[in-house]
T-cell receptor
Framework: AQSVTQLGSHVSVSEGALVLLRCNYSSSVPPYLFWYVQYPNQGLQLLLKYTSAATLVKGINGFEAEFKKSETSFHLTKPSAHMSDAAEYFCAVSVFGTLTFGQGTILTVHP | ETGVTQTPRHLVMGMTNKKSLKCEQHLGHNAMYWYKQSAKKPLELMFVYSLEERVENNSVPSRFSPECPNSSHLFLHLHTLQPEDSALYLC??????????????FGPGTRLTVT
């Protein structure tokens, strides 16, 4: 069975600071990994995905994530936070056709 | 319409009512999903349909009844709900149900309140 752990249910950064949202996964086989973002009162929107090609994946809105097999991690980063990045972020893993989500991390951006 | 749409966006119902949530995808996908999102809980997968056949039912109470008449439409019929069923119900679709084709596209959700 696969699982996802997002470290930190809340992350707060200043505008312009680095954003780092942590995700660790557990899977017995190479997984597909996803990051989704959810703005208030909206559904989830795909930010980026890892599908066993390049380990550094670039997504929308300036986000990127690096797949590190040795650390079983898929952390999400953005060099410079913007106020519009405030939202909840979900990491998800897909193995054998089952998508499992982490508990989510709420990102707050301060002016 | 583009993407995945859900109606209604908000629904308030009593415990004895019967209502239905509707989801429609305009992406040509073959799989559709219902999720429940409650405060302070992970996203819970409720049902999965692939090519209009139900392929997964995660121990969901029978007061929730899904229906998938074709690959573009998905319904969730609700009856005799409990207050703890109040949540955001999200619909999603994907091209398939394995590997990369499992990338899911979500609708905006229906905010359900059971009184």
């Amino acid at each position: 069975a696969q699982s996802v752990t997002q470290l930190g249910s809340h992350v707060s950064v200043s505008e312009g600071a680095l954003v780092l949202l942590r995700c660790n996964y557990s899977s017995s086989v190479p997984p597909y990994l996803f990051w989704y973002v959810q703005y208030p009162n909206q559904g989830l929107q795909l930010l980026l995905k890892y599908t066993s090609a390049a380990t550094l994946v670039k997504g929308i809105n300036g986000f990127e994530a690096e797949f590190k097999k040795s650390e079983t991690s898929f952390h999400l980063t953005k060099p410079s936070a913007h106020m519009s990045d405030a939202a909840e972020y979900f990491c998800a893993v897909s193995v054998f056709g089952t998508l499992t989500f982490g508990q989510g991390t709420i990102l707050t951006v301060h002016p | 319409e583009t993407g995945v749409t859900q109606t209604p966006r908000h629904l308030v119902m009593g415990m004895t009512n019967k209502k239905s949530l509707k989801c429609e995808q305009h992406l040509g996908h073959n799989a559709m999903y219902w999720y429940k999102q409650s405060a302070k809980k992970p996203l819970e997968l409720m049902f999965v349909y692939s090519l209009e056949e139900r392929v997964e039912n995660n121990s969901v109470p029978s007061r929730f009844s899904p229906e998938c008449p074709n690959s573009s439409h998905l319904f969730l019929h609700l009856h005799t709900l409990q207050p703890e069923d109040s949540a955001l119900y999200l619909c999603a679709s994907s091209l398939g149900t394995s590997g990369d084709s499992y990338e899911q596209y979500f609708g905006p959700g229906t905010r359900l309140t059971v009184t």
